[in-house]
């Protein structure tokens, strides 16, 4: 990286705060009672949080939110890469339909899967439990192209030395394929788990339980509930905000620079 | 194992999930929109064109596509020009612009809903920021989003913050496939830095504009978090894009059938805007010699 102007870097900076001022006030504002935020006073407590998380129940939906996300990621990916390495690596008949099958998905719109898929699950009595929520989430066409990508850059001759030893196709993408792949998975997996995370129509269509909602539906319903402007506990809110959006916020932080590591460092010599 | 099988094993269960949850329900959802159903009766009788002469009759449908066609039309080209400028400004790797890089971008992974709530505050009319700012310049209070003229600008301008980031990280990356010789002419034969930028910059990062054109479209055509959470499509339908009218024909007023033909319509019309984008795409993008 090359070295800065100190003013340009102030300015840089400056404008970034500037931009992200209204969301980096509501996390401020999530920290104070609110007598003291109506009166302009300072005052903070964490009594927003302990209102969100025990009367508002948003530690059942923080819950919900990390057993959704977490198993379509898992399952997700999973999926994914078999599929992927399939493609990359064997020619079988119909693959290069199934293949056209898969990517064109990128192209077709969520939306009118809506109503059959909530007729579907309706029918099968899945709606309003954790299977409603994860199943039609988790086919990923995206994730299952790019890895495709990146394992046909794989030698070859990686596989074969594998199966002279003697090798099972499952232990060779298990042991050769994933491993070297893994930068390509994990960003892929980072990828699915914050949408799915931010995922917002589905879980609002599929569940009308309290105790089964995700934390945007949660969040949602805690916003839209309040009897109208004015009325509004904003800290209340934006404390229930901050618990949606800072895990994926810190995970991303935090993430992102490994990711950039693993992408350079794993590159296939 | 038979060896023949292997593939086909791998491939199994992505496919069944996408056949099941992607392939089948298309064809379920032309079938439910030629039929009259409200999840209660056990029959569904075969209706043939009605749901779409409803639909193409009705003023709720019409108000859409217009409010529709305004967000993507108004809010993609001011997001592509803003986007264009500031990349071009952080194309250079420096600390600072690596620090601006990621707080431009982050809104682009945080969730709508937190987005729309914190949104809610900014354009609310007593305590909110948007007033707050105003009234140091002397403006009396604005109702934002009780105004039918604002509300959908308001929308705009929300959803031009989040995805200005994603945009500006792509622009960035189509900025730096342009080869520096041709940056090193421009300079030998003392071109203005605005004139290269025109002569130079903007023909060239062309095929990423197409792109990101399209893409941004399709994208604007799907918005549905911030209107349900924000508006609900109010005040007097200003707000009521495609996917609310979609939501509350199917899941308010539990119309299958009309959600399935406006599903279709929908469907229609984003499948040609991809198609577009892949021959557009397809012709474009070989600039380089």
């Known amino acids: ?37 109506y009166t302009g006073a300072v005052d903070f407590t964490l009594g927003n949080y302990r209102l969100a998380i025990g009367q508002y129940n948003f530690a059942r939906y923080l819950l919900n939110s990390l057993i959704v996300s977490g198993a379509v990621t898992l399952i997700g ?12 690596r064997y020619s079988f008949f119909g693959s290069n339909l199934l293949f056209a099958a898969t990517v064109a ?28 929520l994860i199943l039609p989430a ?100 934006m404390a229930a905000s901050a618990i949606s959006m800072l895990p994926v916020i810190a995970g991303f932080v935090l993430v992102e620079r490994h990711l950039v590591r693993g992408i350079t460092m794993g590159a296939v010599k | 194992m038979p060896r023949k099988l292997t593939p086909y094993l791998f491939v199994l269960p992505l496919i069944s999930f996408i056949a099941v949850f992607t392939y089948i329900p298309i064809v379920t959802s032309i079938d439910l929109s030629f039929r009259q159903w409200d999840f209660m009766t056990a029959d569904k009788p075969f209706v043939g064109f009605e749901n779409y002469r409803i639909l193409f009759n009705s003023r709720e449908f019409w108000n859409s ?40 971008f982050l809104p682009s992974v945080t969730s709508t809903v937190s987005i729309a709530v914190v949104f809610s ?26 105004r039918p003229d604002l509300a959908l600008g308001v929308l705009i301008f929300i959803n031009t913050w989040k995805q200005l980031g994603y945009d500006i990280v792509i622009y960035i990356a189509g900025l730096q496939a342009i080869p520096q010789e041709l940056y090193d002419a421009a300079a030998v034969d003392g071109g203005k830095r605005r004139h290269v930028f025109r002569r130079v910059t903007i023909p060239l990062v062309m095929p990423t504009t197409y792109f990101l054109l399209v893409i941004s479209v399709i994208e604007a055509f799907q918005v549905f978090t911030l209107v349900s959470v924000m508006t609900e499509g109010g005040p007097a339908g200003a707000t009521d894009l495609l996917v609310n009218l979609l939501y509350r024909i199917g899941f308010t007023f539990f119309d299958i059938g009309q959600g399935s033909a ?3 319509l929908l469907f229609i019309l984003l499948i040609a805007l991809a198609v577009i984008k892949s021959r557009v795409l397809g012709r474009k993008v070989h600039y380089e010699a």
């Open chain 1, 1 to 37: 990286m090359k070295p800065d102007n100190p003013i340009l870097a102030g300015l840089a900076l400056l404008a970034g705060l500037i931009f992200l001022s209204p969301v980096l006030y509501s996390i401020w504002m999530s920290f104070q009672t609110s007598t003291a935020y």
């Open chain 1, 77 to 88: 990916i999973s999926f994914a890469t078999m599929a992927a390495y399939a493609f990359a």
């Open chain 1, 105 to 132: 998905t990128l192209m077709i719109p969520s939306h009118i899967s809506l109503i059959p898929n909530y007729l579907t699950l309706a029918k099968v009595g899945l709606l309003d439990s954790y299977a409603g």
């Open chain 1, 138 to 237: 988790i086919s990923n066409g995206f994730a299952a192209f790019f890895l495709r990508q990146y394992i046909r850059g794989i030698p070859r001759a990686l596989d074969e030395a594998a199966y002279m030893d003697g090798a099972s196709p499952l232990k060779v993408l298990w042991r050769v394929i994933v491993p070297i792949a893994k930068p390509a998975i994990l960003s892929m997996g980072l990828y699915i788990f914050i949408t799915e995370w931010n995922n917002y129509i589905w879980p609002l269509v599929a569940t009308s339980r309290d105790d089964l909602y995700t934390l945007q539906v949660g969040l949602a319903r805690l916003y839209r509930i309040n009897p109208g402007e004015g009325l509004i506990n904003w800290p209340l809110v």
């Open chain 2, 65 to 104: 596509v217009r409010v529709t066609v305004i967000f993507a039309f108004v809010s993609v080209p001011i997001r592509l020009m803003l986007a264009l400028l500031i990349a071009s400004a952080l194309t250079r790797e420096t600390f600072s612009r690596r620090i601006l890089r990621g707080a431009l």
């Open chain 2, 121 to 146: 505050w900014v354009f609310s009319t007593d305590y909110g920021m948007a007033n707050g700012l105003l009234s140091l310049f002397g403006v009396e209070k604005i109702r934002w989003m009780q």
């Open chain 2, 262 to 264: 406006l599903a279709v």
